[in-house]
């Protein structure tokens, strides 16, 4: 006999016996059910919000509060890659209210960055006085001894502005220097990434985009790669080229309408595809999840954007 239970719905849960949900919660770890921490059923209350974390606004944050270098080179990235689009005349705040950074709220009357904002844009500062939990820091552990606690390090030296594309951009090509790069030509243009390259940069961009800024302890640490592991990494990139085999027709559908790194409404998605608004966003959603497509912070005006 086998007896399936579905997962619970975000809106549902948590799930508890008895009255007291932080001590009658449990969750299913691999071999036995445990009792879920107090950390993990605050978050689970917290993740109810139908409108999603990363839209909160935060009093009193303002525009003054983003680095203006790191937004200026991430919309110069965006206008070589979205040549013409609408959004590149657009002033700072405007764009960032499209993107989900900058959000106004007329129910209660108030304006400001949302958590995803600053923590995308935000300086350093700014965001670690909202949020003293966290602390982004890459090393390069790799054949350390005990007179050498690392080989590399990125961290917190006043040399750089501590927030996720930052940190993003400085992380990435340490990941991926030691990877090989065969020789490969598209017409008369060298083309230097692999699917490896592909693969690393998108873990860890599920790492940044999953990892819940709002409880206690959150530390990024990214061990480098290298040697074996990159070996590795090649094998997984391999598995990755497979996993097509998994998608539904009209997942494949969505992918092949899409262009990469070209920010989507799921309106428009539907359009091209001929199907209902509901079940393209429960599509789009599923490929998310499954680590093909990216979105932008906020449920409302949500954006998805193809990575791969």
Known sequence: MVIKVPRADYKM????????????????????????????????????????????ILEYYTMDDIDGETLRRYRQIFEIR?????????????????????????REGKKGLTVAGLMMFGNGLAI??????????????????????????ITYDGTWE???????TKVTPKLT???KKPFKLEGIQ????????????????NLIIHADYLMDAGVLMI????????????????????????LSKRQRQILECMELEVLYKSEEIAEKIGLKGARTRELLNELVAMGRLTC????????YIRVE
């Open 82 to 106: 979205n040549d013409g689009h609408v959004w590149n005349s657009l002033d700072n705040q405007s764009f960032l209210e499209q993107l989900g950074g900058y959000r106004k709220d007329r």
């Open 190 to 205: 060298r083309i230097d990434e692999t699917p490896v390259h592909k693969a690393v940069r998108e873990a860890f961009v």
């Open 296 to 303: 932008t912070a906020t449920t409302k005006n949500r954006r």
């Open 162 to 168: 501590n927030n996720l594309f930052n940190f993003f």
């Open 128 to 153: 670690r006085n909202e949020f003293d939990n966290i602390f982004m820091d890459y090393r390069n552990e790799s054949e350390i001894t005990s007179d050498v606690r690392w080989n590399d390090r």
């Open 177 to 179: 220097e030691d990877l």
């Open 223 to 246: 061990p480098a790669l290298g040697g074996k592991s990159a070996e590795s990494a090649e094998k997984s990139a391999e598995s990755a080229e497979k996993k097509d085999v998994l």
């Open 13 to 56: 849960r948590p799930i508890y016996v008895g009255e007291n949900p932080y001590k009658g919660t449990f969750k299913r770890n691999n071999e036995g059910d445990y009792h879920a921490t107090e950390h993990e059923i605050k978050g689970m209350i917290r993740d109810q919000n139908p409108e999603g974390n990363d839209g909160m």
